[in-house]
């Protein structure tokens, strides 16, 4: 892999409760983004970094919250979990826009 | 936000080239066409990308129309390999968001 670790791989939790999914670089790329995949919706984009605590919504950013307190970490976090929120999570880095986007592994979450 | 379509599914023979259509009809000047391809299990693998002019490389050529609202991802010799759902999208410059289409599931036939 291309120096991106998502944590954890697989969660099951309950519906109401705080969950965080972390993505890890060791790219030092100043781009990241948080994508969520569901059939027949392909990937969306939930929110994305461009830099140390600067964030932006993405188009399905309802419910989640990010951080980014270092250049390596960037934390999703859905505050109250619902059922809704069950679905593969993947994180992405870019250095700059002239080149492509590296994936993370994903993390699948469900929700019961 | 751009809208991007592609169709749900293709199939091609081994050893043909293999041409996936994407349109984007409302994409920025400035956006970027990107393609990406995944895997069962996996996540999505960087294929290429192009701004106007048509790209290649070792994995793929991009053909990108004169007016860019559509391009084109070429596999120029399709193997069992190359199975996977393929996303296109405009890549926004400077909020450098990737918007995905639903992708195109391929398939290989021996």
């Known amino acids: 892999d291309a120096g991106i670790t998502q944590s954890p791989r697989h969660k099951v939790t309950e519906t109401g409760t705080p969950v965080t999914l972390r993505c890890h670089q060791t790219e030092n790329h100043r781009y990241m983004y948080w994508y969520r995949q569901d059939p027949g919706h392909g990937l969306r984009l939930i929110h994305y970094s461009y830099g140390v605590k600067d964030t932006d919504k993405g188009e399905v950013s309802d419910g989640y919250s990010v951080s980014r307190s270092k250049t390596e970490d960037f ?9 809704s929120q069950t679905s593969v999570y993947f994180c992405a880095i870019s250095v700059s826009t ?13 929700v019961v | 936000d751009a809208k ?3 169709p749900n599914s293709m199939e091609s023979n081994e050893e043909e ?11 920025s000047g400035t956006d970027y066409i990107h ?15 192009g701004l106007t002019s048509n790209v290649n490389n070792r994995m793929a050529s991009l ?7 559509s391009s084109t991802l070429i596999l120029h010799r399709a193997t069992l390999r190359d199975a996977a759902v393929y996303y296109c999208g405009p890549r926004g410059f400077g ?16």
């Open chain 2, 63 to 69: 053909a990108i129309a004169e007016d860019r609202k």
């Open chain 2, 17 to 27: 080239p293999v041409h996936l259509p994407c349109n984007h009809s409302t994409i």
């Open chain 2, 95 to 110: 909020n450098e968001k990737l918007t995905f289409g639903t992708g195109t599931r391929l398939t290989i036939i021996p």
């Open chain 1, 75 to 83: 934390l999703l976090t859905l505050e109250s979990a619902t059922s």
């Open chain 2, 4 to 6: 991007t379509t592609q």
């Open chain 2, 35 to 49: 393609w990406y391809r995944q895997l069962p299990s996996q996540g999505p693998e960087y294929v290429i990308h």
């Open chain 1, 98 to 110: 002239e080149y492509g986007y590296t994936f993370g592994s994903g993390t699948r979450l469900t």
